[in-house]
């Protein structure tokens, strides 16, 4: 059965909406992974690229920070990605929400408050400034961009055209519904899927 890794977004947990909503739509057809990504962004890439060692996904698909995390590794493990709404400067995000913050959805371990401090924003500002040195044309195709039209939180559709070919959107907003999920993540990972299928058999 083919395996997708879903990597959601800062405030989210793997219980968040989208990715219960994946599970239910690929139930039966693929096993969707959706773990709790740490907090500390160098820390979640080692985890995501631990895991990935471990599970051999056919597919990423990100939300938000999540697909931030999946732009940088996708390219780096060979794996397609669907990233919806990427977030590329997380730091000019979290700077305007310095202190204490609760997680929007659960998570295993329990702790659902967090702090966001200068040592965080430092630690993203890092990454930030080396995002793209993994961009390889010959992902230029396989690496597709999601927008919500409705998104106030994330306007970066021109940077990601700067570096990759596809871009999608859907009439929503920053993190999408259920029924966005179904009607408009799931059909592009279907076909995502099946490039890499049809690749892997030339």
């Not at 919500?148 to 939180?153: F, H, I, R, V, Y």
Request: contains cysteine.
């Amino acid at each position: 059965m083919k395996k997708i890794l879903f990597l959601h977004g800062f405030y989210a947990s793997g219980q968040c909406v989208p990715a219960l909503a994946f599970r239910e739509c690929f139930d039966g057809r693929a096993k969707v992974l959706t773990p709790d990504l740490p907090m500390h962004p160098k820390e979640a890439i080692c985890f995501i690229r631990e895991m990935i060692d471990h599970e051999q996904p056919d597919l990423l698909i990100g939300n938000s920070c999540g697909s931030f995390y999946g732009q940088m590794i996708a390219p780096l493990v060979g794996i397609p990605a669907l990233l919806g709404n990427p977030h590329f400067q997380m730091t000019a995000f979290l700077k305007q929400r310095i202190g204490e913050h609760q997680y929007k959805s659960p998570r295993k371990d329990g702790h659902q408050k967090f702090v966001i401090d200068e040592t965080l924003i430092n630690e993203f500002a890092e990454l930030e400034a080396i995002q793209f040195d993994n961009c390889n044309p010959v992902y230029n195709d396989r690496i597709w961009g999601l927008f919500g039209e409705q998104d106030t939180l994330a306007h970066f559709e021109p940077l990601f055209l700067e570096h990759y070919n596809q871009s999608y959107h859907f009439p929503g907003g920053h993190t999408p519904t259920a029924e966005e999920v179904r009607n408009w993540y799931v059909p592009l990972a279907e076909k995502l899927l099946l490039a890499r299928n049809e690749s892997h058999t030339h």
